[in-house]
């Protein structure tokens, strides 16, 4: 973190950069309550202009931009792409659900996992998000939707673990109740299964969601899919799972895109229950997710009733699991789609 980058700061943090100005401590606390409500530094009133101008001259504040925004006519979902001040954008996604609403933010600008069925990972990863720009999505769909963001997931562009200072930072920036104040057990991270940063996770103390993202049940497939899966096996990747488990008590969710003709029969369901069964020995959920389909990736998502049908196999088999409702699909509500979009329409000028 650069020591001007005020929302990447914490209550405490702060209060030392706002004395250094020579201000009064308390006036922190209203700097970081006026952050959180998505204000620029020229709105802050509350603040005097003196105090201002200093923000303006010495201090680095990283909130996004909407850069586009996309609202479905389907179910009212929010596709936006914010732009960093550097120029570099990230998408985020705002979706209402009976018991609330979420946010699925990106982590980094690009990815470099290289899941072969993914649009964020096809342009690499160009850098990592600070903890302010990844908070900053948070508060900025916030503001322009004028509804107060229930829940996060850290699923939209990059891998989070490979993030893990800035991602472990915006936790707790995004929780603090001097902010936003929003509960830890509302935020839920999705891994492709990078175990060190799994067990670096357990550490904090934090009682997030894990979700890891799985999407098949042998290692040749998903070393074919997930390049990650040749440095970490899934033997590996479900003891680390289920010591998540052990240590925290949070159920793990495991995400499984279904893709046509790769992992999708039913004798692929039959094949991960087996797997589960015996690998987690420990409550766990299967999300089932119909591929997104992306041109360049050349991979297509089988029929709703194909995924009907390995949903039953696995309920069957007494394996949790829900098949993920497709909201926004008149966005290009999946990750990295309206990023990439946007870039190539960009170099095409």
């Known amino acids: 973190m650069m020591n001007n980058e005020i929302m990447s700061m914490y209550p405490d943090e702060l209060e030392g950069f706002v004395t250094g100005l020579g201000e009064k401590p ?11 409500k ?36 389907i179910d009212g979902t ?34 470099a996992m290289g899941c072969r069925f993914c649009a964020s990972t096809l342009l690499g990863k160009v850098r990592d998000l600070t903890a302010s720009e990844i908070y900053g999505q948070v508060v900025m769909a916030g503001r322009d939707t ?7 997931v850290l699923m939209g562009t990059g891998e989070p ?14 929780s603090d109740k001097k902010g936003l104040g929003l509960g830890v057990r509302h935020i839920a991270l999705s891994t492709c299964g990078l175990i060190p940063g799994i067990r670096k996770l357990m550490e ?18 998903r070393s074919a899919l997930m390049p990650v899966n040749r440095a970490y096996g899934i033997s590996e990747l479900l003891d680390a799972c289920r010591e998540y488990f052990d240590m925290t008590g949070r159920r793990v969710t495991f995400e499984y895109t279904l893709i046509s003709g790769k992992n999708d029969s039913e004798e692929d369901a039959l094949k991960l229950a087996a797997l589960l069964k015996k690998g987690m020995r420990s409550p766990c ?15 297509e998502a089988p029929s709703a009733e194909r ?43």
Do not use: W
């Open 285 to 299: 959920h299967v999300n089932l997710i119909r591929l997104n389909d992306v041109r360049e990736t050349g991979l």
């Open 26 to 36: 308390y006036r922190a606390k209203q700097l970081f309550a006026d952050m959180a």
């Open 204 to 221: 904090t103390g934090l009682p997030v969601t894990l979700s890891v993202s799985l999407h098949a049940s042998d290692d040749a497939t």
């Open 146 to 152: 004028g509804e107060r963001v229930d829940g996060v």
């Open 307 to 349: 995924a009907g049908r390995f949903g039953q196999v696995l309920k069957n088999s007494g394996i949790n699991a829900t098949i993920r409702r497709r909201l926004g699909a008149d966005v290009t509500a999946s990750c990295g789609q309206l990023r990439l979009r946007h870039i190539q329409q960009k170099e095409d000028t």
């Open 78 to 111: 929010v596709k936006y792409l914010f732009e960093m001040t550097d120029g570099e954008c990230v998408e985020s996604v705002f979706m209402r659900y009976e018991h609330g609403t979420s946010l699925c933010v990106s982590s980094q600008a690009g990815c």
């Open 161 to 174: 673990l490979d993030n893990f200072d800035n991602v472990i930072r915006f936790i707790r920036l995004v």
């Open 38 to 73: 998505g204000y620029g530094i020229g709105e802050m009133t509350d603040l005097p202009q003196v105090f201002r101008a200093a923000l303006l001259e010495k201090a680095d504040y990283r909130m996004p931009r909407i850069a586009e925004k996309k609202v479905s006519k």
